[in-house]
């Protein structure tokens, strides 16, 4: 009897645990009041794939304000911070890197090697006791629910926080360090003579968007804290744990262009009126469409199966490079959902296909021939599970 009830409880603690799982936690707060403006799961411990950089620059941004780095410091790359997964900016051990470029990469490329540079960096070049510091540093901020376990955000099973934690921590960077604030605005900067741009979509398409960050591990679901201001009225935006990154948009953009709708009808803001704004059903209410080159439209749901495959190569790190790359130019227009990289063996030679996966067939086949188009190699077919490698965060 007693462990029919135990495999009951335990039963139904998995059964919630997988429901928390697939739920969304969002919170937008006012900017100069700090009052809550909207919350939904706010409390929810989430990974926060690259969100984690945010205290990697807080605390660096502290240490240009007190001397102890310039941003033109140059800083040595650990064997350690060259071997971060991607995504990254490529940084070879024993090179150096300056901390204005690191700053830059960590934000628009969201550079796993760059964001492990800095910290190692501020703290005798151990990423431990980094994290260790990153903790402390929230908790000095009142973030109560988050704990930090390196500096670039890759997945780590006790590397948690909350929507809550993370707007506070939006909000300090925005006040605490208003002079560094703008870098969250920029699309590009240029390294090595390349030009390296971003994926923060909002920057181009939300009116006034400027900042801060995007995150995606797989398990962390595509994440974002962003800031937008309007007639002189800011407020800073999160919303965690979505399944693709135009629903993370379209939330995070729906939850503030009611904000600002709300303010323009009424003088005072009625915070039950807006949560009812924003939590009307999609049935009810009007959802204006992103403007993209691909854009898309269906009456029904397409069957999300299919998959193109965009080349063979030598190494892990060349197939999910070019992946990126293939998706910051079109894979988010046409609701693509993950990087693939599939390994091969052909004899003694081993070789990476890239795929970006969780396409329906039309998508599948203007992606393909848009890529033809520039003399890309791509082929369009249903998908089939092989080996999965983890993903970096971005």
């Given at each position: 009897?007693?462990?029919?009830?135990?495999?009951?409880?335990?039963?139904?603690?998995?059964?919630?645990?997988?429901?928390?799982?697939?739920?969304i936690?969002?919170?937008?707060?006012?900017?100069?009041?700090?009052?809550?403006?909207?919350?939904?799961?706010?409390?929810?411990?989430?990974?926060?794939?690259?969100?984690?950089?945010?205290?990697?620059?807080?605390?660096?941004?502290?240490?240009?304000?007190?001397?102890?780095?310039?941003?033109?410091?140059?800083?040595?790359?650990?064997?350690?911070?060259?071997?971060?997964?991607?995504?990254?900016?490529?940084?070879?051990a024993?090179?150096?890197?300056?901390?204005?470029t690191?700053?830059?990469?960590?934000?628009?490329?969201?550079?796993?090697?760059?964001?492990?540079?800095l910290?190692?960096?501020l703290?005798?070049?151990?990423?431990?006791?980094?994290?260790?510091?990153?903790?402390?540093?929230?908790?000095?901020?009142g973030?109560?629910?988050?704990t930090?376990?390196?500096?670039?955000?890759?997945?780590?099973?006790?590397?948690?926080?909350?929507?809550?934690?993370?707007?506070?921590?939006?909000?300090?960077?925005?006040?605490?360090?208003p002079?560094?604030?703008?870098?969250?605005?920029?699309?590009?900067?240029?390294?090595?003579?390349?030009?390296?741009?971003?994926?923060?979509?909002?920057l181009?398409t939300?009116?006034?968007a400027?900042?801060?960050?995007?995150?995606?591990?797989?398990?962390?679901?595509?994440?974002?804290?962003?800031?937008?201001?309007?007639?002189?009225?800011?407020?800073?935006?999160?919303?965690?744990?979505?399944?693709?990154?135009?629903?993370?948009?379209?939330?995070?953009?729906?939850?503030?262009?009611k904000?600002?709708a709300?303010?323009q009808?009424?003088?005072?803001?009625?915070?039950?009126?807006?949560?009812?704004?924003?939590?009307?059903?999609?049935?009810?209410?009007?959802?204006?469409?992103t403007?993209?080159?691909?854009?898309?439209?269906?009456?029904?749901?397409?069957?999300?199966?299919?998959?193109?495959?965009?080349?063979?190569f030598?190494?892990?790190?060349?197939?999910?490079?070019?992946?990126?790359?293939?998706?910051?130019?079109?894979?988010?227009k046409?609701?693509?959902q993950?990087?693939?990289?599939?390994?091969?063996?052909?004899?003694?030679?081993?070789?990476?296909?890239?795929?970006?996966?969780g396409?329906?067939?039309?998508?599948?086949?203007?992606?393909?021939?848009?890529?033809?188009?520039?003399?890309?190699?791509?082929?369009?077919?249903?998908?089939?599970?092989?080996?999965?490698?983890?993903?970096?965060?971005?």
């Amino acid at each position: 009897m007693k462990k029919v009830i135990c495999f009951l409880f335990s039963a139904l603690l998995f059964s919630k645990m997988s429901l928390a799982a697939n739920t969304i936690s969002s919170i937008m707060i006012d900017a100069k009041s700090g009052d809550v403006l909207y919350q939904q799961n706010a409390d929810q411990k989430r990974y926060p794939a690259s969100l984690t950089k945010l205290m990697t620059l807080y605390i660096t941004f502290n240490a240009l304000e007190n001397g102890n780095l310039k941003m033109d410091d140059q800083l040595k790359v650990s064997h350690i911070a060259a071997g971060r997964s991607p995504s990254k900016l490529g940084l070879n051990a024993g090179e150096t890197i300056d901390v204005k470029t690191c700053i830059l990469a960590s934000i628009i490329k969201s550079a796993n090697d760059c964001a492990t540079v800095l910290g190692e960096a501020l703290s005798g070049g151990n990423e431990r006791e980094f994290a260790l510091m990153m903790t402390k540093t929230a908790q000095k901020l009142g973030m109560k629910n988050t704990t930090f376990k390196n500096a670039s955000g890759l997945h780590h099973s006790e590397q948690k926080t909350t929507a809550r934690d993370m707007a506070i921590l939006g909000l300090a960077i925005y006040h605490h360090f208003p002079k560094y604030y703008p870098l969250f605005s920029l699309t590009e900067f240029e390294y090595k003579g390349q030009k390296i741009e971003g994926h923060n979509n909002l920057l181009k398409t939300f009116d006034g968007a400027d900042g801060l960050k995007t995150g995606y591990t797989l398990n962390a679901g595509f994440n974002i804290v962003t800031s937008a201001e309007r007639d002189g009225h800011r407020i800073i935006a999160v919303t965690m744990g979505h399944k693709k990154v135009d629903d993370r948009d379209d939330k995070v953009a729906m939850m503030m262009d009611k904000f600002f709708a709300h303010l323009q009808e009424n003088k005072k803001i009625d915070i039950q009126k807006l949560k009812v704004a924003i939590e009307t059903p999609k049935g009810g209410q009007k959802k204006q469409a992103t403007q993209y080159a691909y854009h898309i439209q269906t009456k029904e749901k397409p069957k999300t199966d299919w998959a193109i495959k965009i080349g063979a190569f030598s190494s892990y790190d060349k197939a999910l490079s070019h992946a990126k790359n293939v998706q910051s130019q079109f894979a988010s227009k046409l609701m693509a959902q993950n990087i693939r990289i599939d390994k091969l063996n052909s004899g003694e030679k081993t070789l990476y296909r890239a795929q970006i996966i969780g396409l329906n067939q039309s998508d599948a086949g203007k992606l393909c021939s848009a890529l033809k188009n520039k003399k890309q190699d791509c082929a369009a077919v249903l998908f089939k599970a092989d080996t999965m490698f983890a993903e970096g965060s971005n």
